[in-house]
């Protein structure tokens, strides 16, 4: 432990969040206890849903298959699940166990279809009622609770087709527990995207379950005084990670269709959709998937395409993201997305890398230069390694982060002063940048990126300027991390690279008078996936003035 280092992670939170935070676990012991479940929750309401919302998202057969056979894979990781179910599941992440408890595999059985994926969905839905009677975490975690109470929802039409009376009274009195305890134990000390799922529930039950129309009214109150917060002027979700950005947008779509027979207008909806739809495209790759900034993954391929349908097609993006702090360039088959924002809101460090100034980099569908990726939560050997600056497609000093990652969530020392440009003009498209996580060390990193109008060549200057004297030596180290399926091999001069992109012709990359190595990297695209990767990296000494790294990819013709 640190405690300068956790001082620097509170002195960033607001003091009402920190008291929520401790009372919060100060009631989990009460929550827990026959006398809440007794005389707080009771028996439950066992009267029929009013309503019911809509399933806009595709389940996963294949998925929907494999849980009928007795297993199940989320995040990356199989595990058995034959009746009786482990619903402890020993062994497997937290992450993992909250995915078990969300029941969104709930929509890979309607997949299948059928009275046997029917009788199964029951069975294992009367398992988890009977054996999660209390309000104890995991399974009660706010965050669960609200993805399950809508999943169970969503999916009930599924669910009640071939069942009994007696399980529809159970599952109706569970639903009405679960949504009334949710309502006392809301994130209001989190926020951010955990925020958003809890309110979208309470709408849900709101519109959905007799008894519980006052969720409604405030629930839909505070979630657009939560999205006026979250979702900046130009359409980014304030945590800045493309992934969850497409995790809160689907979300409101959710809530969208559900509100959709109300009386009352939702304008600031449709507004905020409209505007984090835009936002959406700037996030996304030649290949259709999402950036791999801050924690989360390229994406769902059927989810990307479903959000199309239900957004009314593919939105053009915006060159940049001036308040989230993305810019992105395209020309021709090539696209570009540089961060260069802020890491995180100050109040809401989970989801932040140290990756300020990295890009990524495709042609055509296929990626050339990527950031790592997460590919895990609880995984000491790879959390925190995922989440530095060296695992980033950007400069870094000395092997040092620019923002201070540690812990699972937590966020210390953070670059303060971070700008963001995005020009055009006859030569191709600009994006730069600076920012001052090495501030400590005196030094300002500044990056200029240049896209030809062509789409072939991406020109990059990277410059380290010195604010003040430093007597240690120290070492500068661009890192362009290249996608699996990009082969590297030496070129004709120690100072340049041949890449070869599969189907997709020939680059090389050159980093004049530099020092110009190639190492090992890794690749996690999705949660729980991760493969061998290659990097180049170029090295330079930091020079008594400013330090200047000059580099380029070039197209050299097809394959």
């Given at each position: ?272 959709i409209s505007r984090m739809a835009a936002a959406l495209a700037a996030f996304r790759l030649g290949d259709g998937g999402l950036a791999l ?267």
């Amino acid at each position: 432990m640190s405690p300068l280092r956790d001082l620097r992670t509170l002195a960033y939170l607001r003091p009402e969040q920190i008291v929520r935070r401790l009372w919060t676990r100060a009631l989990r012991p009460w929550y827990a206890s026959a006398l809440y479940d007794r005389f707080v929750l009771g028996a439950g309401s066992v009267a029929a849903p009013r309503h019911l919302p809509p399933a806009l998202w595709p389940g996963d057969g294949e998925s929907g298959r494999r849980i009928l056979d007795g297993r199940i894979r989320l995040v990356g990781q199989e595990h058995p699940f034959s009746l009786p179910p482990d619903w402890g599941a020993r062994g497997r992440s937290l992450l993992w166990r909250f995915n078990l408890h969300y029941f969104e595999w709930l929509g890979d059985l309607a997949a299948v279809g059928g009275d046997v994926a029917g009788q199964r969905a029951r069975a294992l839905i009367n398992d988890w009622i009977e054996n999660h009677p209390r309000p104890r975490l995991p399974a009660w975690h706010p965050y669960p609770l609200s993805v399950r109470l809508y999943a169970w929802m969503r999916h009930a039409q599924f669910v009640f087709d071939g069942a009994d009376d007696s399980f529809r009274e159970r599952f109706f009195a569970s639903l009405d527990r679960q949504a009334r305890h949710l309502a006392r134990v809301v994130e209001w000390d989190v926020g951010g995207n955990h925020l958003i799922k809890n309110l979208k529930a309470l709408v849900a039950a709101g519109h959905c379950l007799a008894g519980h129309e006052p969720h409604a009214r405030w629930a839909t109150g505070a979630l657009r005084d939560a999205l006026e917060v979250q979702v900046l002027r130009d359409g980014g979700h304030y945590e800045r990670s493309p992934s969850y950005h497409l995790q809160v947008l689907c979300d409101l779509v959710d809530v969208r269709a559900l509100l959709a027979g109300d009386d009352h207008a939702h304008a600031w909806l449709d507004e905020t959709i409209s505007r984090m739809a835009a936002a959406l495209a700037a996030f996304r790759l030649g290949d259709g998937g999402l950036a791999l900034f801050n924690d989360g993954d390229v994406g769902d391929a059927s989810v990307l395409e479903a959000i199309e349908h239900h957004l009314g097609g593919h939105s053009d993006p915006p060159p940049v993201l001036s308040q989230t702090g993305y810019a992105r360039m395209q020309r021709a088959e090539a696209i570009v997305i540089m961060d260069a924002g802020r890491c995180c809101p100050d109040d809401l460090p989970a989801h932040a890398h140290a990756d300020t100034l990295a890009f990524e980099f495709s042609s055509g569908p296929q990626r050339i230069v990527v950031n790592c990726g997460t590919y895990a939560y609880q995984d000491p050997s790879w959390r925190n390694r995922l989440r530095g600056t060296a695992a980033h497609s950007t400069v870094g000093i000395d092997e040092d982060d620019s923002a201070e990652v540690y812990g699972t969530f937590r966020l210390g020392r953070r670059p303060r002063e971070v700008v963001c440009e995005r020009t055009d003009d006859e030569a191709g498209a600009c994006a730069g940048g600076s920012h001052d996580g090495y501030g400590r060390y005196g030094l300002v990193h500044h990056r200029r990126l240049l896209l030809a109008d062509d789409g072939r060549r991406l020109a990059g200057v990277d410059r380290i300027e010195r604010l003040r004297q430093d007597h240690a030596r120290r070492l500068a180290a661009a890192r362009f991390h290249l996608h699996p399926d990009v082969t590297v091999v030496p070129g004709d001069r120690d100072d340049e690279l041949q890449l070869s992109l599969p189907g997709q012709g020939h680059w090389s990359f050159a980093a004049p008078g530099e020092s110009v190595r190639v190492a090992e990297s890794v690749y996690a695209p999705h949660w729980g996936e991760m493969c061998a990767s290659r990097q180049i990296v170029v090295e330079k000494p930091l020079e008594k003035n400013d330090t200047i790294l000059e580099w380029e990819f070039v197209e050299r013709g097809g394959g």
